[in-house]
Nanobody, 119 residues
Framework: QVQLVESGGGLVQAGDSLRLSCAAS????????MGWFRQAPGKEREFVAR????????YYTDSVKGRFTISRDNAKNTVYLQMNSLKPEDTAVYYC????????????WGQGTQVTVSS
């Protein structure tokens, strides 16, 4: 069982930066692939980024490539999402999620943190 708690959201202006954090419980954090997802009002939840258990591999959706960076600190059981050059279209509730490396589905989800980017 993994419990996830996101933090770091807020209201910023276009062009600003934010860093989201997701703290995980448990002693096997490094065995999980971690992902960030987001859901904007009236839209379906969408994938943003993921990182392998070791942190050596990252993958991003096209709309955030070059602006967002996912990273993790396995000693702190925490995954981060550094968001630069934020745009109004990045406004959403951001969720972190965890899955095992053998699973295609994310089994554990946080409660979400709101990011609002004003123009």
């Amino acid at each position: 069982q993994v419990q996830l708690v996101e933090s770091g959201g807020g209201l910023v202006q276009a062009g600003d930066s934010l860093r989201l954090s997701c703290a995980a419980s448990g002693r096997t954090f490094s065995s999980y692939v971690m992902g960030w997802f987001r859901q904007a009002p009236g839209k379906e939840r969408e994938f943003v980024a993921r990182i392998s258990g070791s942190g050596g591999s990252q993958y991003y959706t096209d709309s955030v490539k070059g602006r967002f960076t996912i990273s993790r600190d396995n000693a702190k059981n925490t995954v981060y999402l550094q968001m630069n050059s934020l745009k109004p279209e990045d406004t959403a509730v951001y969720y972190c999620a965890a899955r095992t490396s053998l699973s295609r589905n994310y089994n554990y989800w946080g409660q979400g943190t709101q990011v609002t980017v004003s123009s």
